[in-house]
C-alpha cells in the first residue's frame, strides 16, 4: 500500500484533521479517488464509509506520537490485532507473495500496518508527523533530503511564515513607540 495514500486517507477521512480543521461538516472526499491511491483494485471488497473512518482514526495516533517506542508498538499493536500475516499463493505457475486476514473488514488496516511496518523498518521513524501548522493535525511523510519537514504543506508553511511575520513586525513596532 503506497504511504501518500495513507496520508490521504488520514487527512480527508480522520476525525481529528476534520475536526481541528473545521471539516467534520464538509462532505468526505471521493471515495473512487482514494481507493486508487490506496492501491486498491477494482475486483477488492468496497470499503464503506466507516471503515476509511475508523481505519484513519486508527493510523493518526502512529502518525502524531514523536516517541519512537510508541510509534513501533502502536503499529506492533495493529499488526497483532488484524493478525496479518504472510502467505504464498500460485497463480498460473508464478508464485506470489500475499498477505493475509482472517477477517476480511480488517484488511485496509491491515494493509496499513504492513506499510507503516516497511516504512519504519527502512527509514528513519522521525520521518512520519503531523503538521506543525495552527489548526491542523494532518499528517505527513517527511520525503525531504534534510529530513526537516514540519508542514503538512506549502500552504500550511507559507501560513506560519506569515505569521511568524507579523508577528516581529508587531514586536519592532512596540518596540520602536
Same mark, same amino acid.
Given at each position: 500500500?503506497?504511504?501518500?495514500?495513507?496520508?490521504?486517507?488520514?487527512?480527508?477521512?480522520?476525525?481529528?484533521?476534520?475536526?481541528?480543521?473545521?471539516?467534520?461538516?464538509?462532505?468526505?472526499?471521493?471515495? *473512487?479517488?482514494?481507493?486508487? %491511491? #490506496? /492501491? &486498491?483494485?477494482?475486483? !477488492?471488497?468496497?470499503?464503506?464509509?466507516?471503515? +476509511?473512518?475508523?481505519?484513519?482514526?486508527?493510523?493518526?495516533?502512529?502518525?502524531?506520537?514523536?516517541?519512537?517506542?510508541?510509534?513501533?508498538?502502536?503499529?506492533?499493536?495493529?499488526?497483532?490485532?488484524?493478525?496479518?500475516?504472510?502467505?504464498?499463493?500460485?497463480?498460473?505457475?508464478?508464485?506470489?507473495?500475499?498477505? *493475509?486476514?482472517?477477517?476480511? %473488514? #480488517? /484488511? &485496509?488496516?491491515?494493509? !496499513?500496518?504492513?506499510?507503516?511496518?516497511?516504512? +519504519?523498518?527502512?527509514?528513519?521513524?522521525?520521518?512520519?508527523?503531523?503538521?506543525?501548522?495552527?489548526?491542523?493535525?494532518?499528517?505527513?511523510?517527511?520525503?525531504?533530503?534534510?529530513?526537516?519537514?514540519?508542514?503538512?504543506?506549502?500552504?500550511?508553511?507559507?501560513?506560519?511564515?506569515?505569521?511568524?511575520?507579523?508577528?516581529?513586525?508587531?514586536?519592532?513596532?512596540?518596540?520602536?513607540?
Amino acid at each position: 500500500m503506497p504511504l501518500a495514500g495513507l496520508v490521504d486517507l488520514v487527512n480527508g477521512w480522520g476525525s481529528t484533521p476534520r475536526l481541528e480543521a473545521g471539516e467534520q461538516d464538509w462532505p468526505y472526499p471521493p471515495r *473512487q479517488s482514494l481507493t486508487g %491511491r #490506496l /492501491g &486498491l483494485t477494482e475486483d !477488492a471488497e468496497p470499503v464503506t464509509d466507516e471503515a +476509511l473512518i475508523w481505519t484513519a482514526d486508527r493510523l493518526h495516533p502512529v502518525f502524531a506520537t514523536t516517541s519512537l517506542p510508541q510509534r513501533v508498538r502502536l503499529v506492533s499493536q495493529l499488526l497483532a490485532e488484524t493478525g496479518v500475516r504472510p502467505a504464498l499463493l500460485a497463480d498460473n505457475h508464478v508464485v506470489r507473495g500475499i498477505w *493475509q486476514v482472517d477477517d476480511q %473488514r #480488517l /484488511g &485496509l488496516l491491515a494493509a !496499513a500496518a504492513v506499510a507503516l511496518r516497511a516504512h +519504519l523498518v527502512g527509514q528513519p521513524a522521525d520521518r512520519l508527523g503531523v503538521c506543525a501548522g495552527r489548526r491542523c493535525t494532518d499528517v505527513y511523510i517527511d520525503a525531504s533530503p534534510g529530513a526537516h519537514r514540519r508542514f503538512c504543506s506549502v500552504r500550511c508553511q507559507n501560513r506560519a511564515r506569515v505569521a511568524a511575520f507579523r508577528r516581529r513586525r508587531a514586536s519592532e513596532a512596540a518596540a520602536g513607540a
